[in-house]
């Protein structure tokens, strides 16, 4: 694929861009404001990255951006599909979006992301919520101005949801919450088909970006004054082997060093399975590789794992952690757990209070099963009642939280390099930053320090964060 071939169908919108932002001049003309949008993302780091890319289409066709969505023109939902709840709340809102519809029957609602690639969603809102305005899914998303420019000629519904994937369009505009920080496709889909898991059905398979276009990305950033970058990918671990001139993940790392003006490099998700020790190499030499590392282990049952198609073992996933923390002695794990997968004994439960006990993780994002419709699990014998789960949720935080609040206790009074991201919401006089091992710590000082990085000592321990002071 040349520069030019894939740059062209980004182009191809540039005549609808500038059609709708005419149409949106003439509405301030009459009307003396703006029209605004309102964008809810839900889900994961992948999908606020889209919506950074929806926003900044949005903005580049004369939409100004609204926090209230009561006086919205024109509302965005990116949805998720990998819980339930997170379908529920949009069917939720979607009926009291008929209302703000009543009072503004101009109001655009729009979805998109991973929930509408589902057959039986579109059949739903086919059904009952035939008042949205334009549906697209994961795949398309660069066509977000023509989509908005047919809507409006047609005056009908637009639906366009792709099966598959097309070519990756680089150079899409994108508007960054963050201003120091940012983060960085390197692949899209996913190829690991874990029983429980839509995501594969929804963003389709494996499919790398080429080293240099993600290397321009990046220095662009970093003159533009981001010093911390997060690649994304379903499964950093196994990126680079679709591309032409296959390149591992670690050699992508170590090129991604070498930026100059960069400081921190962060990455996820990585897979046990794919985890090589070509990688823990590279992140213990590459200076600028966080001493963090985010590793879903889901079950520490070698049984519960087989079942989820995890392709590991809890003695393989131990080995592994131990062979980081030998290498980066000092370094912070993260995890995802899964309570209540089909089948899963009490036995099987234990291995994971074990697993979590062993490994000592400085942070989980921890999950009650849900069942998806058209992922194998769903149909497995076995679901685990309610209160059970519940019981074992409520039981797993219990292991959880201590060794969390140890191992952050075991920072008190250690002197710790904070990238300084915002004001407190809270407290105006507090400012939050990240340390390199991803500690969250909260210190007095004001905002002129947001964007450095600076020394922070650590006085005290509530458990999910740090209070420091500046040295
Ligand atoms: N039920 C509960 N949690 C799930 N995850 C993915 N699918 C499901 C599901 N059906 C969790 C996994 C994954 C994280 C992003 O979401 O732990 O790592
Ligand atoms: Fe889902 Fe498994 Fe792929 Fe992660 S690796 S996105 S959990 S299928």
């Known amino acids: 694929m040349t520069e030019k ?12 861009v500038s059609q709708i932002n005419d149409w949106n001049n003439e509405y301030f003309k009459l009307n003396g404001k703006r029209r605004k949008f309102y964008c809810l993302t839900m889900g994961c780091q992948m999908n606020a990255h889209d919506s950074e890319k929806i926003i900044g289409m949005l903005k580049d066709m004369g939409y100004d951006e609204t926090a209230n969505e009561n006086e919205a023109d024109f509302v965005i939902y990116n949805t998720c599909c990998v819980r339930e709840n997170a379908e529920m709340k949009v069917y939720g809102k979607l009926g009291w979006l008929k209302n703000l519809k009543k009072k503004n029957p101009e109001l655009l609602i729009v979805l998109c992301g991973c929930m509408v690639q589902q057959d039986t ?16 899914g994961t795949y398309n998303l660069y066509k977000l101005p023509e989509l908005i420019a047919t809507r409006i ?39 690991n088909f874990c029983t429980y898991c839509i995501v594969p059905y929804v963003r389709g398979r494996e499919r790398s970006r080429q080293p240099e276009d993600i290397l321009k990305e990046i220095r662009e950033l970093v003159a533009d004054g981001v010093k911390e970058i997060m690649l994304l990918g379903q499964n950093v671990n196994s990126y680079g082997k679709n591309l032409e001139t296959p390149t591992t993940f670690a050699q ?53 794992l087989k079942r989820m198609n995890r392709n590991y073992t809890k003695e393989h996933y131990l080995g592994l952690v131990e062979k980081i923390k030998k290498a980066i002695p000092d370094i912070m794990l993260s995890t995802d757990i899964i309570v209540g997968f089909p089948g899963e ?36 014998e076995d679901q685990i009642p309610e209160d059970v789960v519940k019981d074992r949720f409520d039981r797993m935080l219990n292991v959880l939280n ?19 991201e915002d004001t407190s919401k809270q407290d105006e006089n507090i400012m939050t930053g990240r340390a390199n091992n991803n500690s969250l710590v909260h210190f007095e000082g004001s905002k002129d320090l947001i964007g450095q990085i600076i020394k922070v000592k650590i006085v005290d321990n509530k458990t999910f964060y740090l209070i420091g002071e500046r040295v």
């Open 5 to 16: 071939n894939y740059n062209s169908l980004f182009e191809q919108q540039k005549n609808y």
């Open 121 to 136: 969603v579109i059949e739903q809102l086919n059904k009952t919520y035939n008042y949205v305005d334009i549906i697209f």
């Open 153 to 191: 000629e047609t005056g009908s519904q637009v639906c366009d949801i792709w099966k598959e994937h097309g070519e990756i369009v680089e150079d899409l505009p994108t508007v960054r919450e963050y201003k120091y920080k940012s983060s960085v496709n390197i692949m899209y889909g996913c190829n």
């Open 252 to 304: 992508l790392l170590r090129q991604i060093n070498e930026v100059e003006g960069l400081e921190r490099i962060r990455f996820m998700t990585s897979h046990p399975k794919d985890l090589s020790d070509e990688l823990i190499e590279a992140m213990r030499d590459c200076d600028k590789i966080c001493k963090y590392l985010h590793l879903p282990v889901q079950s520490g049952s070698s049984n519960v």
């Open 345 to 380: 004994t009490e036995e099987d439960f234990q291995e994971t209070l074990d697993i979590i006990r062993k490994v000592r993780y400085s942070t989980a994002f921890t999950f009650i099963y849900s069942k998806r419709t058209g992922t194998p699990a769903a149909n497995m």
């Open 402 to 420: 201590p060794i969390i609040h140890e191992i952050n206790n075991s920072q008190v009074g250690q002197v710790l390099d904070v990238l300084v």
